[in-house]
């Protein structure tokens, strides 16, 4: 089994990229989805989110509004960073279950873990290979805005809410730029795949 762990900064087009390598055969891990999964009603990282930051974040059916929560955690890293330790410790958790499974049931293939924080637990100790995802800021500006409808204050708050584009590069093995067509991306995929 062999794991690629893919990641960048939002906008930068790491989860094309993942879905490009799906799409040729790889099983992808997105902690994205596992870190929503994780909040979700009676999970233990739902339970501890409500007791940081109280049941004012919770809607009329006791779902966690991602919207309230984000709005308190994007304008307080204190807050922010609590709140990515309680579901990050899940995700994990279920990143180290789901390769286990893959393990046992004797897959040889390919792995990608498509992940936005390249954590050292859960990510880079067990990626066989970083791929980073890059892009110009203003690219990555205009692709946030056009599929979030965020303003474009809101869209760069968010962006330096994350590490800066050189220290995802930093941790490379392998950067793609992603500033052409998705055909473009695809081949280069494609070509590093083959290497």
């Known amino acids: 089994m062999k794991i690629i762990g893919v990641t960048g900064g939002i906008g930068a087009g790491k989860t094309l990229v993942s879905s490009i390598l799906k799409e040729l ?3 992808v891990i997105d ?5 929503r999964e994780a909040v ?20 009329s059916n006791r ?11 994007f304008n307080n890293p204190a807050l922010r960073r609590k ?11 279920c990143i180290f279950k789901k390769l286990d499974e893959l393990k046992q049931g004797g897959y040889k293939g390919l792995v990608v ?6 954590v050292e637990h859960g990510f880079l100790d067990v990626a066989d290979q970083v791929w980073v995802v890059t892009a110009k800021e203003e690219t990555r500006i205009k692709r946030v ?23 995802y590069i930093a941790l490379a093995d392998v950067v793609i730029e992603n500033e052409g067509s ?6 280069k995929v494609t070509d590093l795949l083959k290497k």
């Open 40 to 59: 979700e009603k009676g999970k233990p990282a739902y339970r501890k989110i409500i007791e940081v930051f109280g049941s004012d974040i919770l809607d």
């Open 182 to 187: 998705i055909e473009n991306l695809k081949k």
């Open 83 to 93: 709140l990515e330790e309680i579901v990050h410790e899940e995700v994990v958790n």
């Open 25 to 27: 055969g790889a099983v």
């Open 145 to 167: 805005q056009e599929r979030s409808g965020l303003s474009r204050e809101e869209t760069i708050r968010r962006m330096k809410s994350q590490l800066p584009q050189e220290d």
């Open 63 to 73: 779902y966690i509004d991602r919207k309230k929560l984000g709005r308190i955690v």
């Open 113 to 118: 873990l498509d992940v936005p924080i390249p």
């Open 31 to 35: 902690a994205d989805k596992l870190s």
